[in-house]
């Protein structure tokens, strides 16, 4: 976690304790796109397994293996917005854009402020070409992050690098 982050977290915290509002449950998520996972799973229940694996596999690169796990969760819980955009992402790693954006609508669909979705959307749309969409979901993120978040400045990079190159880093 940087320094940087850690301070923005800090000082996001004291704002919203000033305003009266509490410190939100996504105040301690980690950053980056993955998801909303520690702020949706409920105290004292246990993680599944599958969700467990096939995130460990997508952080491992094995996006394909990934596949399977993250299906059979979504079959049992079908309300799991996290999932879905980690199979979504992992559908769109292991090499299919056009099949993750159903998966990504699905998660929007169940929170439509899942900030992993939203980045992780706009990277496929850029994969398939698609800027302008690819801008919704950044203008989308840009009105969810309060202070700003990883997953704006994630997209932005890679809406900018697009716009450079014409092309998407591997990496997203």
């Avoid at 915290?13 to 996972?37: F, R, S």
């Avoid at 890679?158 to 716009?163: K, P, R, T």
Wanted: hydrophobic fraction near 40%.
């Amino acid at each position: 976690m940087s320094m940087q982050w850690r301070r923005r977290t800090i000082l996001t915290a004291i704002v919203m304790l000033l305003l009266g509002t509490g410190l939100p449950a996504t105040i301690l998520a980690d950053g980056g796109g993955g998801g909303d996972e520690r702020a949706n799973l409920p105290r004292g229940k246990p993680e599944d397994p599958d969700y467990a694996a096939g995130v460990r596999a997508i952080k491992a690169n094995r996006f394909a293996e990934a596949i399977p796990m993250l299906q059979r969760v979504v079959e049992r819980d079908s309300q799991n917005a996290d999932a879905y955009n980690w199979l979504a992402y992992a559908t769109r790693r292991n090499g299919d854009a056009a099949a993750a954006l159903p998966l990504y609508e699905k998660a929007l669909a169940i929170n439509p402020k899942h900030r992993g979705a939203h980045e992780y959307m706009g990277e496929a749309y850029l994969v398939l070409g698609n800027l302008a969409k690819a801008k919704e979901h950044l203008a989308r993120l840009d009105s969810l992050c309060m202070l700003g978040c990883s997953e704006y400045r994630d997209l932005k990079r890679a809406v900018e690098q697009y716009e450079k190159t014409g092309k998407v880093s591997a990496t997203h």
